[in-house]
């Protein structure tokens, strides 16, 4: 079992532990709903170091990148990142993740940690028609920490004075230096809440993390486990890989078509995807329960005429709404916010409808 840099602070701040992507990661410390709370009133700090990274270098790195995600890759500037896809011929979803241009000929993505291993293997065997491009995966070797959260800005600010523009734009990023290497902060997150996401050498991940969390005492930060980052993720309607999307989802049923290029030009998986473009048939769609029920992945929906329209990806009691939220796939004939459905848990059925995502919106 792996661990990150990062795991003996967890030991000792006392949170519970679990096997994530085959780390060891905390999945609380004071309770899920506390740090939910709090991430949307205040701040929040996130180890998300399983997460993997990828560098990218050569002449046609760009060319590689535009044929093997499924967003526009040549949209991008130096110092953007953009949310895109990889996907199989038959246009399932490989994973999601973020691409980030350094430069015209060079790049690094964040992939999600239980796919790290098929990822790289993935686009190593798409390299074979793009010579010249080095490819590495710097997983293990770098560490990722998320500051998120209304007062995140202003923490970041004392962190890095002078350093880092509280102007950061979402899906922009810059350099900055910390106790003498080099580090990146990034206008992204998975929460729906200002703040950034710091790539960091390893070695000098715990000293940046106690030094961010010094800073933001007295705005009431602290420690996010992966627990609330799920919560938190699902209020804002997000995709989870392995739940809203997977290997047999089409992006284009899966309300990800705003990443999906299909003009872009050549890319793997475009023609299974505009197949589906001329007749989609499902969607994800956002609903809340009227009765107290827990939606959990993999019940069953149903119309008000008792005909099954759809399936849920996730599900859990939204701390924000006090009430039961879930995603699902189902018909597009069901799609239509305030539509009544009917959740299956255990023989027995309850009402809901469908809603308008996201759930709530940012602080």
């Known amino acids: ?99 980030y241009r350094v430069g015209r000929e060079s790049w690094f993505m964040i992939v999600n940690a239980g796919n790290m291993e098929k990822d790289f293997e993935w686009l190593t065997r798409q390299l074979s028609a793009f010579d010249g491009v080095e490819f590495e995966n710097l997983s293990g070797s770098r560490s990722l920490i998320a500051l998120q959260g209304p007062k995140s800005m202003d923490i970041l600010e004392r962190v890095f004075p002078g350093g880092i523009s509280r102007d950061l734009r979402p899906f922009h990023f810059q350099s900055a230096t910390f106790r003498d290497v080099e580090i990146t902060v990034a206008g992204t997150g998975y929460t729906g809440e200002k703040g950034v996401e710091i790539s960091v050498p390893g070695e000098r991940a715990e000293a940046l993390w106690e030094t961010i969390m010094a800073e933001g005492a007295a705005d009431g930060i602290r420690p996010i486990g992966l627990g609330a980052r799920d919560t938190l993720r699902l209020e804002m309607g997000y995709p989870l890989y392995g739940h809203e999307i997977d290997r047999h989802t089409n992006p284009l049923e899966a309300r990800l078509k705003w990443v999906t290029k299909l003009d872009k030009g050549e890319f793997i998986g475009r023609d299974a995807c505009l197949a589906v473009d001329r007749a989609p048939r499902k969607t994800v769609a956002g609903f809340i329960m009227e009765e107290r029920a827990i939606p959990r992945q993999g019940c069953l929906l149903y119309d008000s005429r008792e005909s099954e329209i759809g399936t849920v990806c996730s599900g859990t009691m939204s701390p924000t709404l006090q009430q039961p939220i879930g995603t699902a796939s189902i018909l597009r004939s069901a799609m239509k916010p305030g539509t009544p459905l009917f959740l299956e848990v255990r023989g027995k059925r309850y009402r809901g409808r469908v809603v308008k995502l996201p759930f709530v919106r940012r602080s």
Request: overall charge negative; glycine content about 12%; charged content about 20%.
């Open 1 to 99: 079992m792996r661990k990150t840099p990062l795991y003996s602070w967890h030991r000792a701040a006392g949170a519970k532990i679990i096997d994530f992507g085959g780390y060891l990661m905390p999945v609380q410390y004071d309770g899920i709903i506390a740090e939910h709370r709090c991430v949307r009133s205040a701040a929040g700090l996130f180890d998300v170091s399983h997460m993997g990274t990828f560098a990218l270098r050569g002449e046609r790195s760009a060319g590689f990148l535009q044929y093997v995600t499924s967003n526009d890759a040549a949209s991008l500037a130096d110092g953007q990142a953009q949310y895109t896809l990889m996907l199989y011929p038959d246009g399932g979803i490989v994973d999601d993740l973020i691409l």
